[in-house]
Nanobody
Framework: QVQLVESGGGLVQAGGSLRVSCAASGRTFGMYNMGWFRQAPGKERRFVGGITWNGGRLYYAESVKDRFTISRDNAKNTVYLQMNNLKPEDTAVYYC?????????????????WGQGTQVTVSS
């Protein structure tokens, strides 16, 4: 099992940047593929991006490609989401998720473990 805790959310103006982090418990973090999702009020949770266990493959939603970057530090049991050129429509609760399975990373159902989320608010 792995427990996930997000941090780094906050309020930022449009065009600004923010980095959110996801710290994982346990000694096997390096074996997990990780994903970031977000959920705006009244909307379903949607895929933002994913990274494989060794960082070898990265995936992004079209809406964030070229603005957001996912990275991980397995020595620190942490995955990061760097968000640049933020827009008001990026406002949401951001969740990280983990899976040991070797499958797609784009759907909520692909993941076994979730963090509690961190709020990101982008003002216009």
């Amino acid at each position: 099992q792995v427990q996930l805790v997000e941090s780094g959310g906050g309020l930022v103006q449009a065009g600004g940047s923010l980095r959110v982090s996801c710290a994982a418990s346990g000694r096997t973090f390096g074996m997990y593929n990780m994903g970031w999702f977000r959920q705006a009020p009244g909307k379903e949770r949607r895929f933002v991006g994913g990274i494989t266990w060794n960082g070898g493959r990265l995936y992004y939603a079209e809406s964030v490609k070229d603005r957001f970057t996912i990275s991980r530090d397995n020595a620190k049991n942490t995955v990061y989401l760097q968000m640049n050129n933020l827009k008001p429509e990026d406002t949401a609760v951001y969740y990280c998720a983990a899976t040991r399975a070797d499958r797609g990373l784009g759907y909520v159902s692909d993941y076994d473990y979730w963090g509690q989320g961190t709020q990101v608010t982008v003002s216009s």
